[in-house]
Each structure stands twice: as structure tokens, then as C-alpha cells.
């Protein structure tokens, strides 16, 4: 049965425009101001906006190996409660997708076990940790969506050198997580002056830019697609500015923490504001805005990074570095960007959608239009909430978003032409 989309506004050409939505056997059929229901099924979503499903190309769902703090099933049914019907799924887990073997065990697993599509990256190096290299064409075969040892940067460079030019032979990105281990040694938080408020130990910008600096001169000899992921100063902004201007074949994205919080937040000893990288100081993150504004940032993404209650209590100090995003992304960027007329909505959707599915050279997500899949999330932008925990379907309830009001709120989520989230009616 064909099912059509009632009386809702889709956004075309940068515009919300009302109009009916037709889908059958999962692809959008028309898209018209007027759909007649007869022989359809009709689900009327009177007032609210029909827009791209989000896709996010760094999220952390933790199976195997630590389904104490998330589950493939939790993290893609929290995934889709944010209204993303794409993520890209890093591969900190255990055992570590290294070899064809472990990632085709991976990519079963994210099958069987999500309920919207994951694309999977494999490390760079065995283990995700060291300086022997994976067989990057074998990856490349079985599927790997690119190649990242998120949670740490590569430390040597010889190893980066080498993994980039085995990455750009498969015509595969190296999506790297930026960080000198010998320069961040022992910080929890921005190195700067709330931490010294905190007496705690700071990391310094210098331990992302440095690294940064060197891969964007090693990317530019191999041609690699280097995506810098989680930029968190303005001077890693320059610094793609610059090399995205001579011609490097880089993209980078930034996280929703990094553009609406910065370090003057962090006024008490609080780990559910502990993560990698910190967040920095308020012109850091008025940088990073500004370079998603004039191009310079490809997109957002969440590092959706769930923890244990256990994880985060305590101290700084000793608790685990990362919070959770999949689920509060967008109604607190749509809330504090575009309701404050930082940006327009279509600007954001750009952002969480259609640029992300670009650079990851997906054809079929991020965007709507008749003969596409339906990959679709609907929202209401007129509905006041607080976010609290208790509506998190993700297992990880660490986010400092929590008791914040949001102006938006995702009604519901389709992955070709399924619903995979629905907001119960209340
Ligand atoms: N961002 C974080 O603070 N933590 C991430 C790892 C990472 O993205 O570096 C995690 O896996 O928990
Ligand atoms: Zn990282
Ligand atoms: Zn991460």
C-alpha cells in the first residue's frame, strides 16, 4: 500500500513549502500540493516540516565489546529519535574492525541489529592503537566507508604517511581524530581559564593544531580525502581555510557541544562537561560557527560518545572522556542557531544532512525528491520541551544538554519508506 504524507511543509529550494508526500515500495513518489488520499494510506502531520533524513558520519555505538554503555539496537533507535536515518559508526569497539574478517562480523552485526542505515568505518592501524597498518584495499572491498583510529590521533608520522597514501590508492577518506598525545598528556579540560579556576589539568589547542598542521601537509602530498573530525579551535579552522584554498582535498566537521558550549560553562568539577577534544574558549567556538558559515566546515556531527552512569560520576579526573548527541543535535541547534537568526533552517539542514551525505559520497541520502528513498524525519518547530533524560532512548544519559528548553521537537523518522521512530501520542 502506497502511504502519503498529509498537509505537511517540505522544505524546497530553501523554502517550506506545503505539500503532500507520496511513498511507495520505500521511495518518494510525488511530491505535490495536493495528493488525493484514495487508495492510500494517510497519515496526516497537519503544521509540521518534512525534512532529509540527518546523517551523521561520527557516532559510537560501543558493540561489541561495551554494551554496558550502548547496543547497536539503543544507538540507531537513538539515532533515529534524533531524526538521522544514516550514521557512520567509528570503530573504538572490541574486537577492533581491522581485518576483512572483524569488519564483515561488524557490518552483520549493524544489519542485523540497527534500525536505520550504518556505514562502518575500519581502523587505520591494527588494533586501532601502534604503527602496523591494515590492508586497506581488502577493507576497501569487503566495504569500509574510510578508514579512522577515533579516540586517538596517529602519533607517528611516517605511519600517517603511509596510511594516507594507501587510503587515497582505494579512493577511501581517512577521517582523523586530531590529537598529540605528547603535548595533551594528562588534561581533562581546555587548558585555559576555567581549568585553572578548577585547579585541573588542561589541554592545550596546540595539542590539535600541531597534529593538524602535519596532516594537512602529509594529505596535500598524497591526495588523500582527509576529513578532520571534531574541530575545536579557531586556529584548526585557519588552518583548513587555508588548505582547503590551495587546493587539499580536506573536509571537516564540528559537534553541536563545540558550537553552542565553551569552557566559561564549566564552573564546577562536572565530567558530564569532559570530552575529546574540550570544549574551548567562547572565540573558538564563535570561529568554528563562522567557518561552517562561509564553507570552511563541511558539517555537523555529533561524536554521539554514551557512558555508563558509572563512567561519568566523580571527578573529571577519572571519568571517561565523551558525551551523547544523537538525540538532542537538532532541537538545540535549530533553537540557539536558527531561531536566534545565526543561520536558516535551511542552512542547518544542509549541515546535518545533504553536506554530510555529499562528502561521503552518498547518492541516495540527504536529500528529498521524487525517486529518492524515503529517508525522511518529521518535525514540529513550533513545540517548547525540556530535555531530560528520561525521554533518552539511547543507553548513555550523558549530555549537558539535559534541563535545557528546545523549540523543536522530532515527531517521527522513516527509513525507506518505514517508520523507525514515532512519537507516541500524548
Ligand atoms: N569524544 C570523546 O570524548 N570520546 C569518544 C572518542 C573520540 O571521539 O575521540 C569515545 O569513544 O568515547
Ligand atoms: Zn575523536
Ligand atoms: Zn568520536
Not at 523554502?15 to 500540493?33: E, K, N, T, Y
Request: charged letters at 15%.
Amino acid at each position: 500500500m502506497k502511504t502519503v504524507l498529509k498537509n505537511g511543509y517540505v522544505l524546497i529550494a530553501g523554502q517550506l513549502q506545503r505539500a503532500d508526500v507520496l511513498i511507495d515500495a520505500g521511495m518518494i513518489q510525488d511530491i505535490s500540493p495536493e495528493i488525493p488520499a484514495s487508495q492510500n494510506q494517510v497519515v496526516s502531520i497537519a503544521g509540521q516540516v518534512i525534512l532529509p533524513g540527518f546523517v551523521d558520519v561520527h557516532v559510537h555505538f560501543r558493540e561489541p565489546g561495551y554494551t554496558d554503555k550502548e547496543t547497536i539496537a539503543t544507538g540507531s533507535l537513538a539515532a533515529a529519535h534524533g531524526g538521522y536515518t544514516t550514521v557512520f559508526s567509528m570503530p573504538n569497539v572490541q574486537p577492533v574492525p581491522d581485518t576483512p574478517q572483524r569488519w564483515l562480523q561488524m557490518q552483520q552485526l549493524n544489519q542485523q541489529k540497527g534500525c536505520i542505515h550504518i556505514q562502518q568505518y575500519a581502523s587505520i592501524t591494527r588494533q586501532r592503537t601502534g604503527n602496523e597498518l591494515v590492508d586497506f584495499k581488502a577493507l576497501k572491498q569487503v566495504g569500509a566507508c574510510g578508514f579512522s583510529n577515533d579516540g586517538s590521533g596517529v602519533q607517528t608520522a611516517a605511519t600517517m604517511y603511509q596510511a594516507m597514501q594507501a587510503a587515497a590508492q582505494v579512493h577511501l577518506p581517512i577521517a582523523a581524530h586530531i590529537e598529540d598525545d605528547s603535548l595533551a598528556h594528562g588534561g581533562v579540560m581546555n587548558a585555559g581559564l576555567s581549568a585553572q579556576k578548577l585547579h585541573l589539568p588542561g589541554i592545550p589547542a596546540v595539542s590539535e593544531t600541531a597534529q593538524l598542521a602535519r596532516d594537512l601537509e602529509l594529505a596535500a602530498a598524497t591526495g588523500v580525502h582527509y576529513h578532520a573530525c571534531h574541530l575545536s579551535t579557531a586556529a584548526s579552522v585557519e588552518l583548513v581555510r587555508a588548505a582547503k584554498k590551495r587546493g587539499v582535498n580536506v573536509t571537516a566537521e564540528v559537534t553541536p557541544h563545540h558550537l553552542l558550549l565553551d569552557e566559561s560553562m564549566i564552573t564546577t568539577d562536572n565530567p558530564l562537561f569532559k570530552m575529546n577534544p574540550p570544549l574551548r574558549t567562547l572565540a573558538d567556538r564563535q570561529a568554528l560557527l563562522s567557518g561552517l558559515l562561509d564553507g570552511t566546515i563541511d558539517c555537523i556531527a555529533t561524536d554521539h560518545a554514551p557512558h555508563t552512569k558509572l563512567d561519568k560520576q566523580g571527578s573529571m579526573l577519572t571519568a571517561a572522556f565523551g558525551i551523547t548527541g544523537l538525540e538532542t543535535s537538532f532541537a538545540v541547534l535549530y533553537t540557539s542557531l536558527v531561531q536566534s537568526n545565526l543561520c536558516s533552517l535551511a542552512q542547518l539542514v544542509n549541515w546535518m544532512s545533504t553536506q554530510p551525505a555529499r562528502i561521503f559520497h552518498l547518492t541516495q541520502a540527504g536529500r528529498i525528491a521524487i525517486g529518492a528513498p524515503a529517508d525522511l524525519t518529521v518535525v514540529d518547530l513550533n513545540h517548547w520541551t525540556t530535555i531530560t533524560a528520561a525521554n533518552m532512548l539511547s543507553k548513555g544519559k550523558n549530555s549537558p544538554f539535559i534541563g535545557r528548553k528546545v523549540a523543536a521537537q522530532i515527531k517521527a523518522t522513516m527509513v525507506h519508506g518505514q517508520w523507525v521512530y514515532q512519537q507516541e501520542a500524548k
